[in-house]
């Protein structure tokens, strides 16, 4: 089992929209909608924004949302905001109750 | 609202065994219906999950690190437990605990906690 590919990096103004792409396999993005999304800040442990490939957990504003095709699944924000920059992570259910994450994408609001 | 603490050693020598403890404030986790599970993060680097404990005592390990991995649950304590054995400089990361929610319908992973570091280094 590999890692979810993620780009290593991406970066928006405020106000402007992003998506951050977390590509799998048939094995796992492609047959499960078990995806779910982490936003860490640094020193912090990982927080949950979405699950169930778009679904928000209470709290998490609107400005996030998710959506899967084929073997992808992405996360968009719309709206940047300052407090959006950090790190953030893609985690696929991948079958035999095992579990797969990405290699995290370093968000930079400019 | 469920508080999750890792803590134990910092610094664990070559081929010795790493322990940990989470630690779970908020409420009790006896007889409740709560997935544990812990992940890893080494330096400068991305997640990757190594086990979770589910409430019925089964535990499911990632196949890669399995002949080394015990995660166990002491409702006593309120701690669930994590033990890597043989360790090498490869085990060196922030190992975090969380609550894993696994059913037929949803799956996800929170909260979690704070993360503690481990260099594994003579």
């Known amino acids: 089992q590999s890692a979810l590919t993620q780009p290593a990096s991406v970066s928006g103004s405020p106000g402007q929209s992003i998506t951050i792409s977390c590509t799998g396999t048939?094995?796992?993005?492609?047959?499960?909608?078990?995806v779910s999304w982490y936003q860490q800040h640094p020193g912090k442990g990982p927080k949950l924004m979405l699950y169930?490939?778009?679904k928000r957990p209470s709290g998490v504003s609107n400005r996030f949302s998710g959506s899967k095709s084929g073997n992808t699944a992405s996360l968009t924000i719309s709206g940047l905001l300052a407090e959006d920059e950090g790190d953030y992570y893609c985690?696929?259910?991948?079958?035999?109750?095992?579990?797969?994450f990405g290699g995290g994408t370093k968000l930079t609001v400019l | 609202q469920l508080q999750l603490q890792e803590s134990g050693p910092g610094l664990v020598k070559p081929s010795e065994t790493l322990s940990l403890t989470c630690t779970v404030s908020?409420?009790?986790?006896?007889?409740?219906?709560?997935?544990w599970a812990w992940i890893r993060q080494p330096p400068g680097k991305g997640l990757e999950w190594i086990g979770t404990?589910?409430?019925?005592?089964?535990?499911y390990y990632n196949p890669s690190l399995q002949s080394r991995v015990t995660i166990s649950v002491d409702t006593s304590k309120n701690q669930i437990s994590l033990r890597v054995s043989s360790v090498t400089a490869a085990d060196t990361a922030v190992y975090y605990c969380?609550?894993?929610?696994?059913?037929?319908?949803?799956?996800?992973?929170?909260?979690w906690g704070q993360g503690t570091l481990v260099t594994v280094s003579s």
């Open positions: 969380a609550t894993h929610m696994n059913t037929v319908a949803t799956d996800w992973f929170d909260p």
């Open positions: 908020g409420d009790s986790i006896s007889g409740t219906s709560i997935n």
């Open positions: 404990i589910y409430y019925s005592g089964n535990a």
């Open positions: 048939s094995s796992d993005i492609g047959v499960y909608n078990f």
């Open positions: 169930d490939v778009s």
């Open positions: 985690c696929s259910y991948a079958g035999s109750t095992t579990w797969l």
